[in-house]
C-alpha cells in the first residue's frame, strides 16, 4: 500500500508505522467468542475491515479505491486462501464490543 500509494500523489497517503499500530489497536476492540462459523474467517473479516476503514477511507479516487481492494483481496485469498471479504457485510455489528 505505501509503494503504491505515495504523497506524491496525494499529500495525506502519508502511511507510517503509526497507522499500523493502530490497525493492530483496533483488532483489541472486537470480541471474536461470538463467531460462529470458522475463526481464520472471522479473525481476516476483523483484519480486512479495519484495513479498509485506515487505509481504504484515505483514497481520494475510484480508481485507487478499486486498486486498494485487488490488493487486499489478492493478500486474502492468495495467502490466506480465504473469501472471508465475500462474508464482511454486518460484520461490525457481531463482532464489535
Keep these: 500500500v505505501k509503494v503504491r500509494f505515495t504523497v506524491d500523489d496525494h499529500s495525506h497517503y502519508l502511511f507510517t508505522p503509526c497507522v499500523l499500530t493502530e490497525w493492530?489497536?483496533?483488532l483489541l476492540r472486537y470480541d471474536l467468542t461470538a463467531a460462529?462459523?470458522?475463526?481464520?474467517d472471522s479473525v481476516l473479516e476483523v483484519v480486512a475491515y479495519e484495513a479498509r476503514r485506515l487505509f481504504r477511507d484515505r483514497?481520494?479516487?475510484?480508481?485507487d479505491i478499486h486498486n486498494f481492494d485487488n490488493?487486499?483481496?489478492s493478500i486474502i485469498r492468495g495467502d490466506w486462501?480465504?473469501?472471508a471479504l465475500d462474508n464482511?457485510?454486518?460484520?461490525k455489528q457481531l463482532f464489535l464490543r
Design 24 to 26: 493492530v489497536l483496533n
Design 81 to 83: 486462501g480465504s473469501d
Design 71 to 73: 490488493i487486499l483481496s
Design 59 to 63: 483514497l481520494v479516487s475510484s480508481k
Design 36 to 40: 460462529q462459523s470458522n475463526l481464520t
Design 88 to 91: 464482511m457485510i454486518g460484520m
